[in-house]
């Protein structure tokens, strides 16, 4: 990214709802934060104490799950530049996946505020420029089992989407099979996919470039 003179602030990564994730600069400091719902006690942030001077930089957050079971704690280190600016223990994640009726978004938020703070700020708009956003999927550390589970409450959740679509264009419910969680090789919990299915509903004015470990 590039910052101006004079600094930036805004959202610039952020995605799902109020339990969600987001990237942000704040009085011109780079923030992680990471909402495991929309209560205050549920919101973990990782903060610099230094904002950025204007120029271009490289921002990255490194998210390293404990890889013991599902929902379990995390450690989100924030590096400016590959330099450590900051570090948050987040002390317990979202079990599944973040909300799937809201938006992806890069350079702003469209939907749900991740920080109230900046709720009247809305769309929060990145004031820099973004040259480019990555997105490294690491190794999965689940078992067969835990992975199996986040494949059935994936299904639930694509049925109660369907359902709640097709009650919205008809204006009454609908029967019928509900989609089965799908298998990839390089992202088990199917991810990848449904996120490209709904962007094409919900369109984000980015998208992303996902590298996958090998």
């Known amino acids: 990214m590039t910052v101006p003179q004079g600094g930036a602030n805004g959202c610039w990564r952020r995605w799902a709802a109020a339990t969600a994730a987001a990237l942000l600069l704040q009085d011109g400091k780079p923030e992680f934060a990471y909402a495991y719902s929309n209560q205050p006690e549920h919101k973990f942030r990782a903060i610099s104490d230094q904002p950025l001077a204007p120029g271009n930089h ?25 330099k450590p600016a900051a570090q948050g223990r987040i002390e317990r994640t979202v079990p599944d996946r973040f909300s799937l ?6 350079g ?38 835990e992975q199996r589970r986040l494949h059935e409450e994936l299904a639930k959740a694509m049925a109660a989407v369907r359902s709640n679509n097709q009650y919205k264009d008809s204006g009454s419910p609908t029967e019928g099979p509900g989609p089965t969680a799908e298998t990839h090789d390089r992202d088990p919990a ?5 996120d490209n299915r709904l962007a094409r509903r919900w369109p984000v004015r980015f998208q992303p470039q996902f590298l996958f470990p090998r």
Do not use: H, Q
């Open 58 to 82: 490289i921002l990255r957050v490194k998210f390293e799950y404990s890889g013991r079971g599902i929902g379990k704690a995390a450690n989100a280190t924030l590096l400016v530049d590959e």
């Open 190 to 194: 199917g991810s990848i996919t449904d």
């Open 101 to 106: 009726d809201e938006t992806f978004d890069v």
């Open 108 to 145: 702003e938020d469209t939907g749900t505020p991740v920080l109230e703070e900046y709720a009247d700020k809305m769309p929060f708009r990145f004031t820099g420029t973004l040259k480019r956003f990555v997105v490294v999927l690491g190794p999965l550390k689940l078992s067969a089992n």
